[in-house]
């Protein structure tokens, strides 16, 4: 495990125990109180030892973000309990609906703009953020992000995110000062190794798109039948806690496309491990230039899916297309 991550994890036990002691105080003896800090000074002796992480069954490495989540967890995903296996269950399964209920409509349209999108986690739950907002002045907010790992922690990021994003849209900011805001609130309120990469913008009436690139894939400009890459520049959100990012000002005619993916469309592998990659998107996205932002997907997942010929998905999955009405 890293050592910050080791590091932050020691604190908040070590926080834990003392709200624990002062409970106790002005409590008196309470059996489930006994118990926590019983675990607390468990988990505090294993640091100790150096055996922190460690399965008690099998001693191999407990999954990181598990501990994240719970710094008391003792035993790896194999060998949990009956009772901890159906808790945990139900805790995903809640998750995955409080997820899915964050996420806009697959189709939207607005003064002169239509979205779909398509969203499918590689577990339960998704670290991959996505987000379509119109406004009553007639623009449209566009979001795909990728948060750091997989898993209930990058699921975690991606609610996060949504929240930040949410609270800062009706503050009516530059584009450029809202990511950097999201960046700092970010990278404070975050463990150093969480970090998110995000494309996002504004899509006017007129046609004109303000981009941002946060270490993100390139978008893919679809315009008279050929495709463009187009990324603005900048650091994932949350690497530091100070960045600037510089937006793209771009102008879609009617009928153009641009189309935002996460890396798990372009990173899918076949069995000799080749990626799909930017090369094979977009060629795909200019061999399917005219179809609805719908139809434009579900090619580019088809493509996708053909290339790996069968062997299993790696990371989650998201696709946007946004297009300007044909006139």
Known sequence: MPQVVHSMIREEL???????EVAVASTGQNAELARLLSEVDGALHRLEEGTYGLCETCHDPIEKDRLIADPLARFCLDHLTSSEQKALEEDLDLAS????????????????WEVAFH????????????DVLPQEDGRL??????ASGKGVA???????????????IPLDLPLEEMLERASRVFCESTLPTHYATLACGWARPGGEVIL????????????????????????????????SFKPVNVTLEPGDTLLLYSDGLTEARNAEGEEFGRERLRALA?????L?????????????????????????????ALRRFPA
């Open 97 to 112: 609906r409080i997820q899915r209920g964050l996420l806009p409509p697959t189709s939207v349209s607005h003064r002169g």
């Open 119 to 130: 969203y499918e986690p590689l577990g339960p739950v998704s670290g991959d953020y996505c």
């Open 286 to 290: 200019e061999a399917s230039a005219g």
């Open 141 to 146: 907010f566009f979001a795909l992000g990728d």
């Open 212 to 243: 941002c690139s946060a270490g993100h894939p390139p978008s893919i400009l679809v315009h008279g039948g050929c495709a463009s890459e187009v990324s603005g520049r900048g650091l994932p959100l949350g690497l530091f806690c100070q960045e």
């Open 292 to 320: 609805s932002p719908a139809d434009l997907l579900s090619s580019c997942i088809r493509g996708s899916r053909a290339h790996q010929e069968g062997t299993p998905r790696t990371d989650d999955l998201t696709v946007m």
């Open 154 to 168: 990058a699921s975690m990021l991606m609610a996060h995110l949504n929240a930040m994003f949410r609270t800062l």
């Open 14 to 20: 070590t926080d834990r125990r003392r709200k624990l």
